[in-house]
């Protein structure tokens, strides 16, 4: 199956992101939608942002006043999107990334820039698709294991340092 995507990708003025990164998101958000079988065509978009910015999201949606590496904000529920009128591509939602939180994170596991992004745009392309590991238990284990199903297949298997946090 080709799943076919459009993913609207865009950076706040000053973010600064390494070369091949707009790539890796699209090719994680495929690999994605393809993991799932998703059915038809689907579209996303894709932020990357400060740490004040994505502070500033994470109060005004989640009412947690502090920055985190990723929000996502699904369009759909229960498997049903609505469609782009011009193309009948579903959309799934909005993805937004803080660079900085990124880098740190990146540093503090012990992998690449790179294998953080395509960590944490798989993550949000599952929750955009009603995934959820808040809870815990089964659920948060399939989601991992979706993740990293999804991230080796990309050639970016976790390390043994990798963990991730619950909040």
Do not use: W
């Amino acid at each position: 199956m080709n799943a076919k995507a459009k993913v609207i990708i865009s950076k706040d003025e000053g973010v600064k992101l390494p070369a091949g990164v707009k790539l890796l998101v699209r090719r994680c958000c495929i690999a994605v939608l393809e993991e799932e079988q998703f059915p038809g065509n689907a579209e996303v978009s894709v932020t990357f942002t400060d740490d004040e910015r994505i502070r500033e999201l994470n109060a005004k949606h989640r009412h947690i006043d502090k920055s985190t590496d990723v929000l996502s904000f699904p369009l759909g529920e229960n498997g049903v999107y609505d469609e782009n009128p011009a193309t009948g591509a579903k959309l799934l939602g909005d993805i937004v990334i803080s660079v900085p939180h990124a880098e740190s994170q990146a540093k503090e596991y012990g992998h690449s820039l790179q294998r953080e992004i395509g960590f944490l745009t798989v993550h949000s392309m599952l929750h955009l698709l009603g995934y959820d590991h808040v809870g815990g238990g089964l659920e948060e284990v399939r989601m991992r294991e979706k993740e990293e199903r999804v991230l080796t297949e990309l050639g970016l298997k976790r390390n043994d340092s990798y963990y991730m946090e619950t909040e």
